[in-house]
Structure formats: C-alpha cells, structure tokens
C-alpha cells in the first residue's frame, strides 16, 4: 500500500519559517517524481513544487520561487519542503503527492493526508 505521511505544518507569523516532511512508502521510491500541493479554503488544489527522484531536478511555481526550497533524501525515503519568507497567503493544507511533475491535481496518482500550514500578519 502506498502511503505518504505529512509531517511539520504549524502555525508562523509572517517572515517565519517551517520545513515540512513526507515519509514515502509501498512504491519505488527513486522511480517517480514527488510533490508538494496546497490548497486554500474554496480554492483549487495546485502544486507548488516538484521534485524528480530519477534525475535530482526540482521545479517551483513562480509564487514560491526563491522561498521555498525541495530537498530528498532517498535512502530515508523522504522529502522535504523547506518554507523561508512565509506570507499570509501561503495559508493552506499542503499536500504530498506522487506522480509527474504538474500543478495540475488531476495527474496525481497518490496522496499524502495533508498538513496545515497557517501563516499569521
């Protein structure tokens, strides 16, 4: 069975910083892609980040870019979220996902449980 388990969400005053996890298992892990999505009240759920664990390259919606930072660690089975400069619209319950590299939740194959991040002004 595949899982994904979410780990580090809280609350931050704006400027803050957390680093979320997502412990991987039931799949190859080094053979797919992982993501991060987040999705606000009454707003679709969107990626923000992707990494491929075939060949180490990341990828960052230009919202996130420069703040945030992805990271694997692939005997852990496990990648990270790291989240500088947080502001309020950062708000959201963020996901971990497994399949291709897309802000589009339609292709993900997997998800994670989620956890809520709350960035305060």
């Known amino acids: 069975e595949v899982q994904l388990v979410e780990s580090g969400g809280g609350l931050v005053q704006a400027g803050g910083s957390l680093r979320l996890s997502c412990a991987a298992s039931g799949f190859s892990f080094d053979d797919y892609a992982i993501g991060w999505f987040r999705q606000a009240p009454g707003k679709e759920r969107k990626g923000v980040s992707c990494i491929s664990n075939i060949n180490g390259r990341t990828y960052y919606t230009d919202a996130v870019k420069g703040r945030f930072t992805m990271s694997s660690d692939n005997a852990k089975k496990t990648v990270y979220l790291q989240m500088n400069s947080l502001k309020p619209e950062d708000t959201a319950v963020y996901y971990c996902?497994?399949?291709?590299?897309?802000?589009?939740?339609?292709?993900?194959?997997?998800w994670g449980q989620g956890t809520q991040v709350t960035v305060s002004s």
């Open positions: 996902a497994v399949g291709p590299c897309t802000v589009l939740a339609d292709y993900v194959d997997y």
